[in-house]
């Protein structure tokens, strides 16, 4: 069951978000101030935040600059309604911004489509896991560093498992389709996949075609 972590210092404002959490039998925590927010995060995995930006001990942005986990999802919750904030808010690594006060209904939504992004981000194929919100590949749990271009290859494969895939569709769909890249380029990056994850059986060539990743 996903969990999520409501950071918000004014009671009957949390008392509000749990209810609404509640409601889609979400599991929750609760920090009233910036420094045990900090601490649940470090000690703890959330599938989501909800975070004040005023709060006391640590505001919200001294959260995120000194939370260890940076993918984990945050929604920032604030009666700050100002431009600047709300894009400081963004590209500070919120995924959302709300503004006080907000219809239940509508933070609900908000939360269940956060959550549902997540859900269709990640993948699993034998003993890999890929996340897609992180461009994070791990195997037997630990990480694998894929180059960029690899890892682009690798989500194609993942996404057309039991379908052949051209070296052409490959190059267009991977690389930009006016660079000038030769088509052993591929044949290239399909052996590191090889190498690095372990798939010399899976990622199997068709003679004169392309690959294709199979179980």
Same mark, same amino acid.
């Given at each position: ?124 194929? =034998?003993?890999?896991?890929?996340? %897609? $919100?992180?461009? +994070? /590949?791990? #195997?037997?749990?630990? *990480? ?50 090889? =190498?690095?994850?372990?798939?010399? %059986? $899976?990622?199997? +060539? /068709?003679? #004169?075609?392309?690959? *294709?990743?199979?179980?």
């Amino acid at each position: 069951m996903s969990k999520i972590l409501i950071v918000e210092d004014e009671k009957n404002i949390s008392k509000l978000i749990q209810d609404t959490v509640s409601l889609a039998n979400y599991e929750f925590d609760c920090s009233f101030d910036g420094e045990d927010a900090l601490k649940k995060i470090n000690e703890n995995t959330y599938d989501l935040i909800l975070l004040d930006i005023m709060l006391p001990k640590l505001d919200g942005f001294q959260i995120v600059e000194q939370m260890e986990n940076k993918n984990v999802p945050i929604i920032f919750l604030s009666a700050k309604n100002d431009v600047s904030t709300i894009v400081k808010g963004l590209k500070s690594g919120g995924k959302d911004y709300i503004t006080k006060p907000f219809e239940p209904l509508e933070l609900l939504a908000r939360i269940e489509l956060r959550m549902e992004n997540k859900k269709e981000k990640e993948y699993n194929f =034998k003993n890999i896991k890929i996340n %897609e $919100n992180t461009r +994070t /590949v791990y #195997k037997n749990e630990e *990480i694998v560093y894929l180059a960029p271009k690899e890892y682009e290859l690798f989500i194609l494969l993942i996404k057309n498992q039991n379908r052949v895939l051209t070296r052409d569709e490959i190059l267009n769909k991977v690389w930009d389709i006016n660079a000038q890249i030769e088509t052993r380029t591929v044949d290239y990056h399909i052996q590191q996949l090889r =190498k690095k994850l372990d798939l010399k %059986e $899976n990622i199997v +060539t /068709v003679n #004169k075609i392309g690959y *294709i990743l199979k179980e």
